[in-house]
């Protein structure tokens, strides 16, 4: 998604495609504002459920679900797809969600945490007609006031910086016209883009997905994803969550159809999934023109990897930015055999990569480049029985570089379970798309150890405590000698509850840097360390009204004499009737360091993910208006006012949405 950073706000929005065949595990704002701290261009996924009760994934039908269904669905563990099942044949179907609490692996508070996810129909009527499903939304956004680039200069007369308005337009459009057949398109403009480019959308995203029930199982035209193994070549699927790393056999090889407001990590071309129950084949072929930085262009351009310097986010607003558009181009196409059988899966992957100038770039450089050729083979698998899961996946790059991935995760009892993984990665492994588990977005050369155990002590509570442990043997960024660093997370909370809900977290974080200081010929190593305390309180009344109360407190102790940052949120939601819903948000904030940000979630439209960055001093008020007149269609209307030392800025918005 487009990004822009004020001078002492930043805001980040993103978006990946929602799933409109198998649902996906759902996220918490918890699980989003981690991944922020992590790497601030994060991909906020749409399984997130927001404010919306619409949107959040559709519900999977337990008493007829399969046991494919059921591992796609990313909800369960294989132990309870195991014991689910196993309840299933023998009394048949489940009448009381509250049944699966008498299941082994099923605490009462897995069942409360996944009933708004699935269903139970007691009966299967074959041959049902699928509803036509269809959805057509438009948002126009603005922010005020309007910046100097937008506008000519009264002392020379020079045309704008941005050559398109200051509006920020996004329209999608998604169908569902038969049962195994599906579309979706995308298209976005930031604010001071222009709304076409050389008589075509900056960015436009699609695809025509056909999903069967014989020999082919997927087929995908257009945009789409890929899960491939446990994620260390491609593993846009996964994210870094050390606590609820969930792997099961389905995932392991998996198309997922891409029509987001963003424009990264995406393949673009054809993909298809075949095989039979036991033996399935993935194939695809991908051809994508991408940006560059202006640092790809020097004066030994045979040196470079082109992929380096690929642009992750738009912005192409002025004359210099248009130009570096499509300088290069990206070739990926590749096979992954995967075998399943009973409780065992194994894959096997082979994927090429070509990276080089387009006939643009070639035109603007003195020599003619060749491209940059890549290789990533893997093999990957997944074995459970009963309380006990093992996986794991090795892979290499260019055969010289290598990485791997291995995890466990063990039931001890219906109140104990716990997670282990460990990784390393070469000094010069890259996958295609990495984002597999690591502690940065630029993953090379780290090895690290982490596990999670979730507890249930007591009726009332629930403790998670997660511990993760990374280390650099060679110079990396930021750093010019070896350096560790670890992370240490304990929330303590009460089990999801339709009144009240509470949780309290604390997160210690430490991480070893150099000193940007050009005149020492050695350079010492420092600590840097961030501990953050995070309460929440919310109450609901019915479905009618919520009540949230939050602080977050965060210090940053490399500095001397530093003051710690906080952020103390109110928001209070009211629906008066099914047909409006009112939320309020109150936001004050004082934080001194960049290093003591707070990410905070923010009410905002449907399909949009806001998780603004507090820094500075001020107090931000948002307002979010949802009317729904008639059936299917909603129009909503947000206002957002910011001040932050002494400066005010506003956004405003409105969306049109239609369900057919």
Known sequence: MHGKTPKLFLLFMAWIPAQLQAQQAPLSSQDMEDLLYRNEAVIIPETYPGEYPDSRPSRIDLNHASLEDLEASGIFTSYQVHMLLKYLEKYGPIFSIYE??????????????????????????????????????????????????????????????????????????????????????????????????????????????????????????????????????????????????????????????????????????????????????????????????????????????????????????????????????????????????????????????????????????????????????????????????????????????????????????????????????????????PSSYGSGSHIRNEQGIAFHLHMEPGKYIIAKLTGELFRYPLPRYLCHFPSIGYRLDLSLQNPTNKILQWRARVVNKSWQTSPADLTSKIRPLQDNRISRFDARLIYFHHDRFRWQSRLVLSYYSQKQNSAPGYAALQQITLSTSKYFKATVQFVLFHVSNWENRIYLYEPDFYYNFSFPAFYGNGQKTTLLFTLKPLKGFSVSAKISGLRNHGNQQWETGIQLLLKL
């Open 100 to 433: 699966l609490a008498a299941l082994p692996g099923f605490h009462p508070s897995k069942v409360f945490e996944i009933e708004p996810y699935v269903s139970l129909k007691t009966t299967n009527i074959p041959g049902r007609k699928t509803h036509r499903k269809s959805m057509l939304m438009v948002n126009l956004e603005k922010s005020l006031p309007v910046g100097d680039a937008y506008q000519v200069d009264s002392a020379s007369g020079d045309k704008p910086t941005y050559a398109g308005p200051p509006l920020k337009t996004a329209i999608r459009i998604k169908a569902h016209p038969w049962k195994k057949l599906s579309m979706a398109l995308s298209y976005e403009k930031d604010a001071g883009e222009l709304f076409l480019y050389r008589n075509r959308p900056q960015f436009l995203s699609g695809y025509l997905s056909y999903v069967g029930d014989r020999f082919v199982k997927h087929l995908v035209l257009g945009n789409y994803k890929l899960n491939q193994g446990v994620g260390l070549v491609n593993g846009a699927g996964f994210f870094h969550r050390a606590g609820d790393f969930r792997i099961n056999q389905q995932s392991l090889s998996r198309i997922r159809p891409y029509a987001s407001l963003s424009e990264t990590m995406y393949e673009q071309g054809l993909a298809c999934k075949m095989g039979t129950k036991k033996f399935q084949v993935l194939l695809w072929a991908s051809y994508h023109k991408f940006s560059l930085s202006p640092r790809a262009f020097t004066n030994d351009s045979m040196a470079y990897n082109w992929l380096d310097y690929q642009r992750s986010s738009g912005l192409y607003r002025s004359k210099s930015e248009l130009e570096a558009r499509e300088l290069a181009y990206r070739i990926h196409s590749g096979i992954q055999l995967l075998y399943k059988h009973q409780n065992l899966a194994m894959g096997l992957m082979y994927g090429s990569e070509w990276a080089g100038p387009s006939n643009k770039a070639l035109a603007m450089l003195k020599e003619n480049p060749d491209p940059s050729p890549q290789q990533m083979v893997s093999i990957h698998g997944n074995w459970y029985k009963r309380k006990l899961q093992i996986f794991g996946e090795l892979s290499t790059s260019d055969f010289r570089s290598q990485a791997f991935l291995l995890g466990t995760l063990y039931h001890f009892n219906d109140y104990v379970r716990g997670r282990l993984l460990v990784h390393h990665y070469g000094a010069g492994y890259r996958g295609a798309l």
